[in-house]
């Protein structure tokens, strides 16, 4: 070994994990790719489901656990107002983050780890990197007329999704070299031919939401993009097909993800991306 390499700087690599309820289980099955190569990352991000599956990751926990928790669930379990249009409380997420990761700060996970969330008092972006794990995660996946808004310290959170659905600028504030990027829903702008109101306002938030989420695919090194567009973000049904699709789109990416981790992948410049606008706590 030369002497220059003793002193070499490691690279530090994150990962953000999107946002898109229930398509969020294709994250199990990059996570279990990640594993076969024995790829670990540095820092990890996660919006909504993404926060879930992010801190999953961050706590240790290896993709066939995740996948038994998640097959264990059911919709109700998470979602527990039985009245249309009535918006439930997080407890439902926030039982089963107790449950499964125990009562504990988001500094107590093995790994260092963000959410996003949005606080509707200032409007602001937050990126929650220490407190209550359970709560910061509800708040984080806590999406606007489904769920009730969380109440985190001084702010009122609601779904990250809203402002960085897929947070890949985060790894860098903490001095991440590279970041890779999944994406469990990139299909999800389609149009409708439909006149009826509720069609055209569901098609105008998938158009929102596609401009939301390409910030993330700029801020990334590398996006792993799953196409799950035959799936209901509602529903927890074909898990194990998600799964699949998340495997086999990061196996397919290997090779470019081997070139990040051995630092020959060609480097974004550095920038603020976007730092003035988001709060830290």
Same mark, same amino acid.
């Given at each position: 070994?030369?002497?220059?390499?003793?002193?070499?700087k490691?690279?530090?690599?994150?990962?953000?994990f999107?946002?898109?309820? =229930?398509?969020g289980?294709?994250?199990?099955?990059?996570m279990?790719?990640?594993?076969?190569?024995?790829? +670990?990352?540095?820092?990890?991000?996660?919006?909504?489901?993404?926060?879930?599956m992010?801190?999953?990751?961050?706590s240790?926990?290896?993709?066939?656990e995740?996948?038994?928790?998640?097959?264990?669930?059911?919709?109700?379990?998470?979602?527990?107002?039985?009245?249309?249009?009535?918006?439930?409380?997080?407890e439902?997420?926030?039982?089963m983050?107790?449950e499964?990761f125990?009562?504990?700060? &988001?500094?107590?996970?093995k790994?260092?780890?963000? #959410?996003?969330?949005?606080?509707?008092? @200032?409007?602001?972006e937050?990126?929650?990197?220490?407190?209550?794990?359970?709560k =910061?995660?509800?708040? @984080?996946? #806590?999406? *606007?007329?489904? /769920?009730q808004?969380?109440? /985190?310290?001084?702010?009122?959170?609601c779904?990250?999704?809203?402002?960085n659905?897929?947070?890949?600028?985060? *790894?860098?504030?903490?001095? #991440?070299?590279?970041?890779?990027?999944?994406?469990?829903? @990139?299909? !999800?702008?389609y149009?409708?031919?439909s006149?009826?109101?509720?069609?055209?306002?569901s098609c105008?938030? !998938?158009?929102?939401m596609? @401009? +939301?989420s &390409?910030?993330?695919?700029?801020?990334?090194?590398?996006?792993?993009a799953?196409?799950?567009?035959?799936?209901? =973000?509602?529903?927890?049904q074909?898990?194990?097909?998600?799964?699949e699709?998340?495997? !086999?789109?990061? &196996?397919?990416?290997?090779?470019e993800?081997?070139?990040?981790?051995?630092g020959?992948? *060609?480097?974004?410049?550095?920038?603020?991306y976007?730092?003035?606008?988001?709060?830290?706590?």
């Amino acid at each position: 070994m030369k002497l220059f390499d003793l002193f070499k700087k490691k690279i530090k690599i994150g990962i953000a994990f999107g946002g898109g309820g =229930a398509k969020g289980m294709t994250h199990i099955g990059v996570m279990k790719a990640f594993e076969e190569y024995g790829l +670990n990352f540095d820092y990890v991000a996660g919006t909504s489901v993404g926060s879930i599956m992010g801190a999953a990751y961050a706590s240790g926990m290896k993709s066939n656990e995740i996948l038994k928790i998640a097959k264990s669930m059911k919709t109700s379990d998470i979602r527990t107002s039985k009245v249309f249009f009535m918006p439930s409380k997080t407890e439902g997420i926030e039982s089963m983050m107790r449950e499964n990761f125990g009562d504990i700060n &988001i500094e107590d996970l093995k790994k260092p780890f963000s #959410c996003v969330a949005v606080d509707m008092k @200032s409007t602001k972006e937050l990126c929650i990197s220490h407190g209550n794990l359970a709560k =910061a995660v509800a708040g @984080s996946c #806590c999406v *606007p007329g489904i /769920f009730q808004p969380v109440v /985190f310290q001084d702010y009122l959170l609601c779904d990250g999704g809203l402002q960085n659905n897929i947070p890949a600028n985060i *790894p860098r504030f903490f001095d #991440c070299d590279y970041v890779i990027a999944v994406d469990c829903n @990139s299909t !999800r702008t389609y149009g409708t031919e439909s006149t009826k109101t509720l069609d055209i306002i569901s098609c105008a938030l !998938r158009v929102l939401m596609k @401009s +939301n989420s &390409i910030k993330g695919y700029l801020n990334a090194d590398l996006t792993i993009a799953c196409d799950t567009k035959r799936y209901k =973000a509602t529903e927890l049904q074909g898990i194990d097909e998600m799964v699949e699709i998340g495997y !086999r789109n990061t &196996i397919d990416m290997m090779p470019e993800i081997m070139r990040i981790f051995s630092g020959k992948y *060609p480097k974004k410049k550095k920038k603020d991306y976007g730092k003035d606008d988001i709060l830290f706590i």
